[in-house]
């Protein structure tokens, strides 16, 4: 069965330091989604792509935070430069093409830690 | 802007039968999802409501009702790898495109007893 994949699984840093984490969503898949998880809440959407083209970024924080997808395949989400509040879990999730009534297939996500 | 409400925690036995509800108020409303997330895991998507009624899926059901802005999971012969989080998300969007997001809450935590 196909998963979206993504890495590294686990990063710690120090505050001040860029971090980027990668996804590789389910072949075909049109729609990528990024989600930060704070601990004890749900998913909160930071960017969301068709192909290659930004849907809705309008909860990422771009001071900081930058999303890319060049070949509509696989992406990468970047925080430059991480602060201690940016301690969470980071959800890739995909789906076909991102209709309304669609299923979104999360990866297992990178937990981050900032010290 | 969008608001949810589901209880924080629920608890059962093994066996029993437990409801969790979810009210909600969003602009551009599509559906309501259902999404079963373990501690430390992904979230994993169990149903979706479009329309009104119930939607059974094995042990677990859901129910939508649009005009009361109220949805539920039921869970059924509770099994102790059923304790987890459950998270109701509404599909909305309210920019006016055709895509949506899905809008998560803080969760319930369903322990379950042996």
């Known amino acids: 069965e196909a998963e979206v994949a993504q890495s590294p699984r686990y990063k710690i840093t120090e505050k001040s330091q860029a971090v980027a984490f990668w996804c590789d969503p389910i072949?075909?898949?049109?729609?990528l989604y990024w989600y930060r998880q704070i601990l004890g809440q749900g998913p909160e959407l930071l960017v969301q792509?068709?192909?290659?083209?930004?849907?809705?970024d309008s909860q990422l924080p771009k001071d900081r935070f930058s999303a890319e997808r060049l070949k509509g395949v696989d992406s990468t989400l970047k925080i430059q430069p991480a602060e201690l509040g940016d301690s969470a879990m980071y959800l890739c999730?995909?789906?076909?093409?991102?209709?309304?009534?669609?299923?979104?297939?999360f990866g297992p996500g990178t937990r981050l830690l900032v010290l | 802007g969008q608001s949810l409400e589901q209880p924080s925690e629920v608890t059962a036995v093994e066996g029993a039968i437990v409801q969790i509800n979810c009210t909600y108020q969003?602009?551009?409303?599509?559906?309501l999802s259902w999404y079963q997330q373990h501690d430390g895991g992904a979230p994993t998507f169990l149903s979706y409501n479009a329309l009104d009624g119930l939607e059974e899926t094995g042990r677990f059901s859901s129910f939508l009702s649009r005009s009361d802005s109220y949805g539920y999971l039921l869970l059924q012969e509770l099994q102790m790898k059923d304790s987890a989080s459950y998270f109701c998300a509404p599909r909305a969007d309210d920019r006016g495109s055709t895509l949506g997001r899905l809008y998560f809450g803080r969760g319930t935590q369903l322990t379950v007893w042996p």
């Open positions: 792509f068709q192909d290659e083209s930004v849907v809705d």
């Open positions: 072949s075909g898949h049109a729609t």
């Open positions: 969003t602009s551009g409303f599509y559906g």
């Open positions: 999730a995909s789906s076909s093409t991102g209709g309304w009534a669609e299923t979104q297939y």
